[in-house]
Nanobody, 118 residues
Framework: QVQLVESGGGLVQAGGSLRLSCSAP????????MDWYRQAPGKQRELVAS???????DYADSVKGRLTISRDNAKNTVYLQMNSLKAEDTSVYYC????????????WGQGTQVTVSS
C-alpha cells in the first residue's frame, strides 16, 4: 500500500484560490496517471482532474477553466491550482496515482479538506 501525502487545503472565501499538492514516495516508479478526486458529505466521490504521463489533461465539466492540474515528475508530485472557487467546490480532496509495470498499482492520499465560504 502506497500512502501519498497531501497538503494545501483550508478555508477560503468564494472567488478565492488554493493550491493543493500531493507527493508520492520516491520508491514508486513508472507513474502513469495522477488524479484529483473529491467527495462532499452525502455524495459519491467524483473525479475532478486527471493528468497522464504525456501531460494530457482532463477535467470535470464543473471545474473547467477554474482548476488546473499539473505534475512534477522529478518530485513525484501532482498539484491542483484552484481559482475562482465556489461554495459547491467544498469537499474533501483526494489525490490518486496509478503506477508500476507490468502490473498497475494504485495509491491514495489521506484527503485534505477544502471549504469555500459564500
Amino acid at each position: 500500500q502506497v500512502q501519498l501525502v497531501e497538503s494545501g487545503g483550508g478555508l477560503v472565501q468564494a472567488g478565492g484560490s488554493l493550491r493543493l499538492s500531493c507527493s508520492a514516495p520516491g520508491r514508486i516508479f513508472s507513474i502513469s496517471t495522477m488524479d484529483w478526486y473529491r467527495q462532499a458529505p452525502g455524495k459519491q466521490r467524483e473525479l475532478v482532474a486527471s493528468i497522464k504521463s504525456g501531460d494530457s489533461t482532463d477535467y470535470a465539466d464543473s471545474v473547467k477553466g477554474r482548476l488546473t492540474i499539473s505534475r512534477d515528475n522529478a518530485k513525484n508530485t501532482v498539484y491542483l491550482q484552484m481559482n475562482s472557487l465556489k461554495a459547491e467546490d467544498t469537499s474533501v480532496y483526494y489525490c490518486h496515482v496509478v503506477w508500476g509495470l507490468p502490473v498497475k498499482r494504485h495509491g491514495w492520499g489521506q484527503g485534505t479538506q477544502v471549504t469555500v465560504s459564500s
